[in-house]
């Protein structure tokens, strides 16, 4: 498997309290990207990065924001979760060949 | 954007039959296609891909086809086992190097009965 890990695994919040989950990678990796896993909805884009300092906005971006201040690093905030935040959350990176390699997933409870 | 349509949303087969699970897509700029498998509690995995200049792709019991001109590709499953029990997403973007946003369908759970 890819040098890929998540941070934490598991997280029980309450509705209005900030919450980050980290991704680290030691594969250096150009390109990282955040996902989240919903029923009925597959995988859906929050935000990638393209390099250290360089992020966008993917399908469903409203509420979260990114940083990337190191290659091997990239951290989702949610600045004050909601109840429909709830999610499996996936970190990928990827050398830009095409293929994305998965971490093991973050579940994200807000209550 | 790009929208991508996956179904059936569930499969049940029999070990040994085929498998065949669909999608559609919106952007006629897209050109790559991958299949991730999802088992129970674990990652997603690249299974097999095709791009747009090619319109098959085999790797021993799976195969991609792909059909640009009506946006729609397929993966097929040959021989299934318990084993292709999992969740299969298919995928697709515009890809010409570097990051791809890849846009994904929303899943199709198969089961395969001994």
């Known amino acids: 498997d890819a040098g890929i890990t998540q941070s934490p695994r598991h997280k029980v919040t309450e509705t209005g309290t900030p919450v980050t989950l980290r991704c680290h990678q030691t594969e250096n990796h150009r390109y990282m990207y955040w996902y989240r896993q919903d029923p009925g909805h597959g995988l859906r884009l929050i935000h990638y990065?393209?390099?250290?300092?360089?992020?966008d906005k993917g399908e469903v971006s409203d509420g979260y924001s990114v940083s990337r201040s190191k290659t091997e690093d990239f951290l989702l905030t949610l600045e004050s979760a909601t109840s429909s935040q709830t999610s499996v959350y996936f970190c990928a990176i990827s050398d830009g060949t095409g293929e994305l390699f998965f971490g093991e997933g973050s579940r994200l409870t807000v209550l | 954007g790009e929208n991508v349509e996956q179904h059936p949303s569930t499969l049940s087969v029999q070990e040994g039959d085929s498998a065949v699970i669909k999608c559609t897509y919106s952007d006629s700029a897209s050109n790559y296609f991958p299949w991730y498998k999802q088992e129970l509690g674990k990652r997603p995995q690249l299974i097999i891909d095709i791009r747009s200049n090619v319109g098959e792709k085999k790797d021993q019991r799976i195969a991609v086809t792909l059909n640009k001109t009506a946006k729609h590709f397929s993966l097929h499953i040959t021989e299934t086992q318990p084993e292709d029990s999992a969740v299969y997403f298919c995928?697709?973007?515009?890809?010409?190097?570097?990051?791809?946003?890849?846009?994904f369908g929303a899943g199709t759970r198969l089961a395969v009965h001994p």
């Open positions: 995928a697709a973007t515009p890809f010409s190097g570097g990051y791809n946003k890849l846009i």
């Open positions: 990065s393209y390099g250290v300092k360089d992020t």
